[in-house]
């Protein structure tokens, strides 16, 4: 039974090092996008209905005899799940990542941890005693890694490799968009805050609605209705919508198959094995990931403050993971006190729920 639940860590421990390395991805991409000219409405349209097409066969075919029945009280929930996670977080997203970079883009993502963390406890779907070790260790590590993230924003340091020509470049482009820079954070503090809602807001849907792949297909084709809304006012020029180059293909592709496709369903899977905060807490690996991205493809400089954030972000993840770590431990441990039966009966749950878990998946 230890080998399994070290396998289930695991299992999920990788998914959300996959996650971040396809969200990493995704700031590239979408960059690249932008740069190119696609359409602000026209791409998250297009990411969705691919979205939407990828997953929907699946949901219907594997989860056609699990599936609870839909009410209208859960269609609503739906609709406000897509307004929050897919219009109002994609929408915000490529507002202020038009005004800024990747790397700030993805460094301002950082504070959906403690966004969530806040919003979860104000749920009460996460739990604090700061009387205890690993309350302190949570409500600590979420503020170190939030300050790591801070130190990748506004300190730059000095160049680790000296790309002369890459470094006039950036700061020509930041010197020319610096008025923009406000409105940028605007954007992205809006994008974060709809995220670290939809984080929170859907684990007690999955809970009514346990259907993973249903419920990410109903989100995609919620956000793609609001999205085409908003496109009838917004984009009326039908030149926009038509893929004229290889890159837009690519990009395109991308969005729908791996950070709406995938992504969706994979932070959904691992929100539901988790719990919100477990997952937001790997957040800022993403900046990292961007960072060196970033240097490696589109020949950002790399500088020493990104590498003195990047120590911090990690030493904050360590400290949240035991605090979860020591927590759960804590609680089998007073639960095998009080009564030893409760304890194996409590278990024995544990396992049920488990298997019935894993065969849904």
Known sequence: MVKEVVSEKMKLVVALITLQFCFAGFHIVSRVALNIGVSKVVYPVYR??????????????????????????????????????????????????????????????????????????????????????????????????????????????????????????????????????????????????????????????????PAKLTLTSFTCFFGLVQFLVIALFVETDLNNWIIVSWEELFTILYAGIIASGLVVYLQTWCIYKGGPVFVAVFQPLQTLLVAAMAFLVLGDQLYSGRIVGAVFIMLGLYLVLWGKNEERRQVLEETSEQDPESLTKHLLEAQHKKSNAESEV
């Not at 839909?70 to 005004?99: D, K």
């Not at 954070?185 to 007690?204: N, R």
Request: charged residues 10%; contains cysteine; positive net charge.
């Open 48 to 209: 969705n209905l691919l979205a939407l097409l990828l997953i929907g066969p699946f949901a219907y075919f594997l989860e056609k005899k699990e599936r609870p029945p839909l009410t209208i009280s859960l269609l609503v929930q739906f609709f406000l799940l897509a307004l929050i996670g897919i219009t109002a977080n994609q929408g915000f997203y490529l507002l202020g990542l038009y005004y800024a970079t990747p790397t700030f883009a993805s460094a301002m993502q950082n504070s959906v941890p403690a966004i969530t963390f806040i919003m979860a406890c104000a749920l009460r779907l996460e739990h604090i005693d700061l009387v205890r070790k690993h309350g302190v260790a949570k409500v600590l590590g979420t503020l170190v890694s939030i300050g790591g993230a801070t130190v990748i924003t506004l300190y730059r340091g000095f160049p680790i490799f000296h790309k002369i020509h890459n470094m006039h470049e950036e700061e020509r482009i930041e010197s020319n968009s610096s008025y923009n820079w406000s409105l940028g954070v605007l954007y992205l503090m809006g994008h974060c805050l709809s995220w670290a809602g939809w984080m929170v807001l859907q684990a007690p849907v999955l809970k009514k609605y």
